[in-house]
């Protein structure tokens, strides 16, 4: 897929798998709500969770999005690279405002209100930025295309 047919998919995507490495040295795969912004993907979660623990201990990262029911409709996007945890409160209310639009349909006009009331739950949360290094992409609609 193309950059432009890459971004398409994502914004289709409900969600990422996460892979972490866990503690023991093996994959930890979770599922994430995420957002696309212009300075790349964004998640949030809790501060304590083992996900955020296997980041520190190792950023590295790979994620997945896919979607297809059967293998002529087989599209994904694998990222290979690290993740950055970020502390910082206003982040982490932008990146939760983002959520709210994307997955909960609130109007984007009540975007800076839902951020700022949120301000104190931030504290218990980190932003995750998706600094990939290698971007993998298929569509198996085009496969079926070509054999037409």
Same mark, same amino acid.
């Given at each position: 897929?193309?950059?432009?047919?890459?971004?398409?998919?994502?914004?289709?995507?409900?969600?990422?798998?996460?892979?972490?490495?866990?503690?023991?040295?093996?994959?930890?795969?979770?599922?994430?709500?995420?957002?696309?912004?212009?300075?790349?993907?964004?998640?949030?979660?809790?501060?304590?969770?083992?996900?955020? @623990?296997? !980041?520190?201990?190792?950023?590295?990262?790979?994620?997945? &999005?896919? $979607?297809? +029911?059967?293998? *002529?409709?087989? /599209?994904?996007?694998?990222?290979?690279?690290?993740?950055?945890?970020?502390?910082?409160?206003?982040?982490?209310?932008?990146?939760? @405002?983002? !959520?709210?639009?994307?997955?909960?349909?609130?109007?984007? &006009?009540? $975007?800076? +209100?839902?951020? *700022?009331?949120? /301000?104190?739950?931030?504290?218990?949360?980190?932003?995750?930025?998706?600094?990939?290094?290698?971007?993998?992409?298929?569509?198996?609609?085009? !496969?079926?295309?070509?054999?037409?």
């Amino acid at each position: 897929m193309s950059q432009g047919e890459v971004a398409a998919f994502l914004n289709e995507c409900p969600t990422l798998i996460l892979c972490t490495i866990g503690p023991d040295g093996v994959p930890d795969p979770v599922p994430m709500w995420f957002v696309q912004r212009s300075e790349g993907i964004f998640m949030r979660t809790y501060a304590k969770s083992q996900k955020v @623990a296997n !980041l520190h201990r190792d950023p590295r990262v790979s994620v997945l &999005a896919e $979607r297809g +029911e059967r293998y *002529a409709e087989l /599209r994904g996007v694998q990222f290979s690279g690290a993740v950055e945890v970020s502390s910082d409160i206003p982040l982490i209310c932008d990146v939760f @405002a983002d !959520l709210l639009v994307k997955y909960e349909g609130m109007d984007p &006009a009540h $975007r800076a +209100e839902a951020a *700022a009331g949120y /301000r104190e739950t931030a504290s218990k949360m980190v932003a995750l930025r998706l600094v990939p290094d290698r971007t993998i992409s298929w569509d198996h609609r085009k !496969l079926a295309a070509a054999h037409d």
